[in-house]
């Protein structure tokens, strides 16, 4: 393309710096969100406008900021879950599913010791709630493990695999809760059995301790992939699996590893949401909708480019736009499903993005026309 | 009975061409793992163009042209830009899932149109999935055009020298792709099962996805594969009709996906795939860049 004197040119990149990575991703967001401006316009809102009541809920609001921050807790445990085996170069969308087994692996603990019958509780709540936790990420382990597994002893495609596995834990929660199945609410509404009050989670300033949980965990990933040797080996196997081999990387292991990994992160976001934020406390009729959710960790992921650290503020924007989607489209009276679309809508800015990881546009003096049109660059 | 083969034909039909379409994908070297995603768009502003001009044409032209746009996209990603395709199809997916659950959600409920007419019992649509099959195998195996999709789809840079034009072929190949799977998910939302809700697929596509797999990318096995999977879906929805009083109607539902996981795993063993493993086209999943 010609301007003027010079040339557009798109040349291939040679590496891509962190900086350049994190520019492109902020523009791909903020391109989003103007494309995503035409929705609101569509529905006859000035954007500008709906996009102010979505950030003032979502954290300038004594109602939505609690919200945005266990949405975040939740996102950032679900990026996380994404991001380790994205950087052994498997893609692991089964975080629903995941955080399905996590749930309930969780609520077979409060199951195992009497909960669904009785409301009180006689085991400390030092001992249950830690249990609790184990079950859940062993319970969103175990869901990963079938994908890693197979993946890693059979090679078998690891997207269909979890994506089988999500449909699979989804009905397979329905089975435990609704119609006469074990976790069945006694009152029977479709739902789980509510959490006893002695297993609530412990509050500090009405946020859950999971918040802790989850900035922990990001750090901890992110010095695993940093400094150590099993964090190495994951982004050696990430760049080639055959090479890794000759390097003495077991290629059966690794993929078992990143998803026993990843799967128990989303295990625990499935105890967040289920047992942990206020007012919740069971699993919901409309636990699918908390699944769907998961999915904002695969446009996490891919925007901070599997870095656990910039996962942070990314799943604290995304936590807060979906909140605040949610709650403006009624304040706006538009219809359900604002925050779905724009999932979609940042999902697919991101994919035309993936372009700029490989290519950028210089510009270029042809050198012919400089002269006559005096115009130097 | 017969009202439960003549559904699971019917159920079978939308596998058929959701998958057909991915099959011609695939032998271009294109992996389209958004396939739920193009079939939800399809079904939905399918859904949409029927019920607001009551013409069930209309309905069907529309789902078929936005699959085929959806298609187009994902080609220009993955064929201009060069964009990985399985983030591509992922984009496809989750746009299509998002997209459209905003953009139905007004329409939720039945579609208030009197039924598609059906002949000898099946809906039209049965039929003429089985023809597109025979027309695809056809199409693929004796034709030039099909050599050309072929040879792309194995060795493009080999294509490309030999004077085929990989993008233009790949590119065709992903928009007919496109419209089959528009036309699939508005076969599920104007006729199989005329209700709009949000999500309402819960894994159609990518069952489809998994059946190209299984297939070894012959349009007939595909046919089979549906005809079993549809039976399969069926009896998932209506346990009763066929063993009443086994196993919660829950747990019914995730038989398909089992035995998808079953299937597949028996496809990547080691035995499997020194036997049959040499049907799957050579350049799959791989961006093309001509030097």
């Known amino acids: 393309m010609r301007i003027g004197g010079s040339e557009l040119k798109l040349e291939k990149r040679p590496a891509l710096t962190g900086w350049n990575a994190a520019l492109i991703s902020v523009l791909a967001i903020i391109l989003a969100l103007v494309l995503f401006s035409l929705i609101f316009i569509l529905a006859g809102i000035n954007p500008l406008v709906a996009y102010q009541e979505i950030f003032s809920i979502a954290f300038a609001n004594a109602f939505g900021l609690p919200l945005t921050i266990n949405r975040f807790v939740f996102l950032v445990l679900c990026t996380c879950a994404f991001i380790i085996p994205f950087r052994a170069g498997l893609w692991n969308i089964g975080m629903t599913g995941q955080l399905y087994g996590g749930a309930l692996g969780s609520f077979a603990i409060l199951f195992a010791f009497g909960a669904k019958q009785a409301n009180s509780f006689s085991l400390s709540p030092v001992i249950l709630i830690p249990l609790m936790l184990v079950a859940a990420a062993l319970g969103g382990a175990a869901v990963g493990a079938i994908a890693g597994f197979l993946k890693g002893r059979f090679d078998v495609n690891e997207i269909v695999v979890t994506m089988m596995l999500n449909f699979i834990m989804f009905w397979l929660v329905a089975f435990m809760i609704k119609e006469g199945g074990p976790f069945m609410n006694p009152g029977g509404r479709g739902e789980s059995f509510e959490l006893p009050a002695s297993a609530y989670a412990p509050l500090f300033m009405g946020i859950p301790f999971t918040v802790f949980l989850a900035l922990g965990l990001a750090l901890l990933l992110y010095f695993m992939f940093a400094r150590t040797k099993i964090g190495f080996q994951i982004k050696a196997y990430g760049h080639s699996p055959a090479a890794a081999r000759y390097a003495g990387i077991s290629a059966t292991k690794i993929p078992l590893l990143v998803f026993v990994l990843g799967g128990a992160l989303a295990g625990l976001a499935g105890y967040h949401y289920f047992a942990a934020v206020p007012g919740v406390y069971k699993i919901a009729r409309n636990y699918g909708f908390f699944g769907d959710l998961a999915f904002y960790g695969i446009i996490c992921g891919l925007i901070s480019l599997g870095n656990p650290l910039a996962a942070i503020p990314v799943a604290l924007l995304f936590g807060g736009l979906s909140i605040g989607g949610r709650f403006a489209q009624g304040k706006l009276g538009m219809g359900f499903g604002v925050d779905y679309a724009l999932l979609g809508v940042l999902m697919i800015t991101l994919v035309a993005f993936q372009f700029f990881h490989r290519y950028k546009i210089v510009r270029e003096n042809t050198g012919e026309n400089t002269a006559d049109v005096g115009v130097h660059r | ?291």
């Open chain 2, 1 to 291: 009975m017969w009202e439960f083969t003549a559904r699971s034909l019917e159920a079978s039909t939308i596998f058929t061409f959701a998958a057909l379409g991915e099959l011609i994908d695939q032998r271009s070297g294109i992996l389209n793992v958004g396939i739920e995603g193009v079939m939800l768009f399809g079904a939905t502003f399918g859904f949409i163009a029927a019920q607001s001009t009551g013409s069930y044409w209309l309905g069907f032209l529309v789902g078929i042209t936005i699959g085929g746009l959806l298609g187009g996209l994902h080609g220009f990603f993955s064929i201009t830009l060069g964009v990985d395709q399985v983030v591509s199809g992922m984009g496809i997916w989750i746009l299509g899932f998002g997209l459209t659950t905003y953009i139905g959600n007004p329409y939720t409920g039945p579609l208030g149109l009197p039924r598609i007419p059906t002949i000898l019992g099946l809906s039209p649509f049965f039929y003429l999935g089985i023809v597109l099959v025979v027309v695809t195998w056809f199409v693929l195996s004796k034709t030039s055009l099909g050599l050309r999709i072929r040879s792309v789809g194995e060795n493009p840079s080999v294509a490309e020298v030999s004077g085929v034009s990989v993008a233009k072929t790949r590119y065709l190949c992903v928009t007919v792709a496109g419209m089959l799977m528009g036309l699939a998910g508005a076969i599920y939302s104007l006729d199989y099962n005329p209700v709009w809700n949000y999500n309402f697929l819960m894994g159609w596509g990518f069952i489809a996805l998994a059946l190209v797999f299984f297939s070894m990318w012959n349009p007939f096995i595909l046919l089979g594969g549906s005809l079993l999977y549809g039976t399969l879906w069926q009896l998932s929805l209506n346990p009763q009709l066929v063993l009443p009083g086994f196993m919660s109607r829950y747990l019914w539902r995730t038989v398909p996906f089992v035995t998808t996981l079953g299937v597949l795993l028996v496809m990547s063993t080691k035995w499997f795939r020194t036997r049959w493993g040499a049907a799957k086209p050579e350049a799959l999943g791989t961006p093309y860049v001509k030097e």
